[in-house]
């Protein structure tokens, strides 16, 4: 059973910046392509950005993050991170990291939640104007 541990939320100034973590334990974390999802408080939950298992392929909702979020992996130590920048108060919302078992090869990513088969729990990002 793959568990997923969030870590690295709280509370920033607008244009200020968080770097959030995910854990992996369990599973073969290597193996997985992994993303990370939003949700605001009355919103549907909303794809962030998403990484390959390799690491070779990134990608981004671009509407929403426009270069200003960076999702990064080590496999030696089973962790996925998001580094944000330039925060805006819209970007407030809950964040969970999610991980795809999908074979797909090494540049897979998706954007679909469907595709992504573990979840964690969600740390929280307020950011204050």
């Known amino acids: 059973q793959v568990q997923l541990v969030e870590s690295g939320g709280g509370l920033v100034q607008a244009g200020g910046s968080l770097r959030l973590s995910c854990a992996a334990s369990?599973?073969?974390?290597?193996?997985?392509?992994m993303g990370w999802f939003r949700q605001a408080p009355g919103k549907e939950r909303e794809f962030v950005a998403a990484?390959?298992?390799?690491?070779?392929?990134?990608?981004y909702a671009v509407d929403l993050v426009k270069g200003r979020f960076i999702i990064s992996r080590d496999n030696a130590k089973n962790g996925v991170y998001l580094q944000m920048n330039s925060l805006k108060p819209e970007d407030a919302a809950v964040y969970y990291c999610?991980?795809?078992?999908?074979?797909?090869?090494?540049?897979?990513?998706?954007?679909?939640?469907?595709?992504?088969?573990?979840w964690g729990q969600g740390t929280q990002v307020t950011v204050s104007s």
């Open positions: 369990g599973g073969t974390f290597s193996r997985y392509a």
């Open positions: 990484i390959s298992w390799s690491g070779r392929s990134t990608y």
């Open positions: 999610a991980g795809s078992e999908y074979d797909k090869g090494s540049y897979y990513t998706t954007a679909n939640a469907y595709e992504y088969n573990f």
